[in-house]
T-cell receptor, first 109, second 115 residues
Framework: EDQVTQSPEALRLQEGESSSLNCSYT??????LFWYRQDPGKGPEFLFT???AGEEKEKERLKATLTKKESFLHITAPKPEDSATYLC??????????FGQGTRLTINP | SQTIHQWPATLVQPVGSPLSLECTVE??????LYWYRQAAGRGLQLLFY??????ISSEVPQNLSASRPQDRQFILSSKKLLLSDSGFYLC??????????????FGPGTRLTVL
């Protein structure tokens, strides 16, 4: 069964304190792994798509990496506006995305 | 650029009442469309998807249904709501021509509370 597990569930950092979020997945043939950001009461906002092990994508203070079993979202020198829930999803079948539970990130000023 | 709209933004309904949530996409043609539900403390769950007008696939058996009367319009319905239908309902779209495994883009969501 296709499965996505994100850790930690919640993470509190001080402004400027870099860290990483983990997304472990089990899927029969990875067709794509996606990272989203979700603010409270809003729909998820697309961040990155990764397709193959070794691939990396960057956007401002965020960098996503992919191995054969997991993906990391690295946050460098975060700011309070980076506070949000970060969701990871894998493509399972032609149309279905399987989501993890998310990591709730809080950046304290 | 493409935009996706959902309405209403919030809805409070009594148990047993009907439901109709609407989603429209602008700025693209022939999108794949999706309905998800996000229950409190749980991940997003795919409910329905559509690859064209009148074509609906269901992922989870339940008392909800979906319809796609126009290319860029997707509707989620119920004849009789249950307490367990409460949640945050999200519509999403994807470029069909760009391939099956590209990213999905989400709308702002509808918060449904069934009392």
């Amino acid at each position: 069964e296709d499965q996505v597990t994100q850790s930690p569930e919640a993470l509190r950092l001080q402004e400027g304190e870099s860290s990483s979020l983990n997304c472990s997945y089990t899927v029969s043939g990875l067709r794509g792994l996606f990272w989203y950001r979700q603010d409270p009461g809003k729909g998820p906002e697309f961040l990155f798509t990764l397709y193959s092990a070794g691939e990396e994508k960057e956007k401002e203070r965020l960098k996503a990496t992919l191995t054969k079993k997991e993906s990391f979202l690295h946050i460098t020198a975060p700011k309070p506006e980076d506070s949000a829930t970060y969701l990871c999803a894998v493509q399972a079948g032609a149309q279905k995305l399987v989501f993890g539970q998310g990591t709730r990130l809080t950046i304290n000023p | 650029s493409q935009t996706i709209h959902q309405w209403p933004a919030t809805l409070v309904q009594p148990v047993g009442s009907p439901l109709s949530l609407e989603c429209t996409v602008e700025g693209t043609s022939n999108p794949n469309l999706y309905w998800y539900r996000q229950a409190a403390g749980r991940g997003l769950q795919l409910l329905f998807y559509s690859v064209g007008i009148g074509q609906i696939s269901s992922e989870v058996p339940q008392n909800l249904s979906a319809s796609r009367p126009q290319d860029r319009q997707f509707i989620l319905s119920s004849k009789k709501l249950l307490l367990s239908d409460s949640g945050f309902y999200l519509c999403a779209w994807r470029h069909r021509l760009a391939g099956e495994y590209n990213e999905q883009f989400f709308g702002p969501g509808t918060r449904l509370t069934v009392l």
